[in-house]
């Protein structure tokens, strides 16, 4: 069956990987499976159409056969579970890749995504310039956990897996922040990350569409 994601018409962040179709392709990438992308507008990702797919009007979604996925996470999780090489086999060392999935998601994610919103959608607020840096120690605290758990390893936790594609796609969002590059070995294992083929032929997939079009005919 073809599997059909949501994607961007035009994404907000001009195509640099931020989007969370990005996290999407890259794990379709790494299991080596074939899909097709739709392009939704802002408009359209409020219509019925695309809230009977995802009731909140975001991207992506994920289609295949009668299965309508949404949820970054939940689709990443389920392309792993399906194929090979994203997750671990052995029980053990899978349900710790599970763990940091989530972690990725719903621990470290959280305040950097604040900060985002902080710097961004709250900058022109009297109050801004006092909350940032309290912002900025929230994801410095996190950090700092991270890197110490993380070390001098390669990945979180042996092999690459779908946790260090979530926890990698995570991270990217803080380059513009300057805050990775004070942890040596965390700016390092989000290198490794975009050094992988399979996430260079996604971030690619997603730049294209939002390349600059060339003037004239």
């Not at 399906?82 to 972690?103: C, T």
């Not at 961004?120 to 929230?138: K, N, T």
């Not at 956990?145 to 993380?150: C, S």
Request: charged fraction near 20%.
């Amino acid at each position: 069956m073809t599997i059909t994601i949501t994607a961007f018409e035009c994404s907000p962040d001009g195509g640099k990987g931020l989007a969370r179709d990005t996290r999407v392709r890259w794990a379709l990438e790494e299991a080596g499976v074939p899909y097709q992308v739709r392009l939704v507008s802002f408009h359209a990702m409020k219509e019925p159409a695309h809230l009977a797919l995802h009731p909140f009007g975001q991207i992506p979604t994920y289609e295949e056969g009668d299965l309508v996925l949404f949820e970054t996470g939940a689709i990443v999780f389920h392309i792993a579970e399906q194929h090979a090489g994203l997750l671990p086999v052995a029980g053990d060392a899978r349900a710790r890749a599970v763990m940091w999935m989530f972690a990725a998601l719903n621990t470290v994610e959280p305040p950097i995504l604040e900060l985002a919103n902080a710097t961004v959608l709250e900058r022109d607020r009297p109050w801004s310039q006092e909350r940032l840096p309290l912002v900025r120690d929230r994801v410095r605290d996190r950090l700092c956990q991270l890197a110490a758990r993380l070390g001098d390893a390669e990945w979180l936790d042996g092999t690459f897996s779908a946790a260090d594609l979530l926890m990698v796609s995570v991270l990217l969002r803080l380059r513009s922040s300057g805050l990775l590059d004070e942890f040596a070995n965390l700016a390092a294992y989000v290198a490794r990350g975009e050094a992988r083929p399979a996430y260079q032929r996604a971030f690619a997939a997603q730049l294209a569409i939002n390349a600059p079009k060339p003037l004239g005919g």
